[in-house]
């Protein structure tokens, strides 16, 4: 029986791969998202080179795991536009090769480019930052007494609230396993529903997200992003 040819074996192995890339909900695009550097396919190793067309909205950078960047993704690193801006269409283009060992034992490389387009979404307003008494302050009008929100009730996903600050974690929640914690500053603390980045007790963390309403009570729920700064040293009740 014939011997595969190495070269249509490797090309297959590459085009399959690229065309299952792919990413969800490009066309409303609200927090960072992850990037795959590193595939196989076939037996074939496939790294990946990523470039955007903007940087100022999505960034290709490093994805810090356990202090040291992944093996295995780059991170896009989204700033939405302003609230008084317009949404940004941001094309992410993808390199991708593939090696392979041809019959008479040389070595070819096989290269692949793909674009993507997304839509990076604006803001809803502007982004309140400062304390978080003020933060709270400022969200429960927006939701109890600019937008009628009842009292006790959930927030509409077409409210947000977009927030930015600096606190320190008081408590770790392990519901679901989707990462909850609590953070306070010293003037108020707040609950922080979902959360990739591994937190702990004690760090202090810079949060982006946007406050919704969860049966009455205020907490960061949506669009969340958390970079650790490092262990804290001022003593914080919540």
């Known amino acids: 029986q014939p011997t595969e ?12 791969f690229t065309a299952n890339v792919t990413f969800a909900n490009a066309e409303a695009v ?19 080179s990523w470039t955007s067309s903007n940087e100022e909205v999505i960034a290709v950078v490093d994805l810090m795991e356990n202090g040291a960047p992944s093996t295995y993704y780059k991170q896009a690193k989204v ?9 940004a269409t941001v094309t992410l283009t993808a390199d991708f090769s593939l090696t392979y060992t041809k019959n008479d034992g040389t070595s070819a490389t096989l290269k692949a480019q793909k674009t993507y387009t997304f839509v990076v979404v604006k803001e809803t307003s502007e982004i309140a930052s400062g304390n978080l008494a003020a933060i709270k302050a ?8 600019e937008n009628g929100v009842a009292a006790g009730t959930s927030s509409p996903k077409e409210l947000e609230f977009p927030v930015e600050f600096d606190a320190t974690v008081t408590a770790v929640l392990a519901a679901e396993g989707t990462g909850q914690f609590t953070v306070s500053d010293g003037s108020a603390g707040i609950y922080v529903y979902s959360n990739k980045t591994a937190v702990k007790v004690g760090d202090k963390v810079h949060v982006k997200g946007s406050i919704t309403t969860y049966y009455g009570t205020l907490q960061v729920g949506a669009n969340i992003e958390v970079t650790v700064l490092g262990d804290s040293d001022q003593t914080v009740e919540f």
């Open 79 to 87: 700033t939405r536009p302003a609230f008084d801006k317009e949404d």
């Open 138 to 145: 400022a969200a429960a009008k927006f939701y109890f007494e």
């Open 5 to 16: 040819d190495p070269t249509n074996k490797a090309q297959a192995a590459l085009n399959e």
């Open 30 to 48: 609200t927090t960072s998202f992850n990037l795959p550097i590193a595939g196989k396919k076939g037996g074939f190793n496939i790294p990946i």
